[in-house]
């Protein structure tokens, strides 16, 4: 039976998801330019009576969303990343 530690073996399994990159940033722009986007249009279609925009800015409403959850994995994996129950770190969350 082997009854040395194990530290020797072992090895960090974080594979730079532990650190903010910049397309975390740059993500996080573009989802605030969206939404921003998003509220004028709507607005701005209500105001002028414009079915167009209003229609536009409700879809641009689905791409605020899937930005949002693309920051939402980018923070979750890196707050995660060194957590011992995801055992191959969080590189396959984002």
């Known amino acids: 039976m ?15 998801q532990d650190a903010k990159r910049p397309a ?6 573009v ?8 509220v004028v249009e709507i607005v701005a279609g209500i105001l002028f ?3 167009a925009l209003l229609a536009d800015g409700l879809h641009m409403a689905s791409h605020a969303v899937a930005l949002g959850l693309n920051l939402y994995a980018y923070v ?6 060194t957590d011992s ?3 191959f770190g969080t590189g396959k969350v984002s």
């Open 85 to 87: 129950l995801f055992s």
């Open 76 to 81: 979750y994996a890196r707050r995660h990343a």
């Open 31 to 38: 989802g605030v330019l969206t939404a921003v986007t998003m």
């Open 49 to 51: 009576g414009s079915m």
């Open 24 to 29: 975390e940033s740059r993500t996080m722009m």
């Open 2 to 16: 082997y009854h040395k530690p194990l530290t020797g073996f072992q090895h960090a399994h974080t594979f730079g």
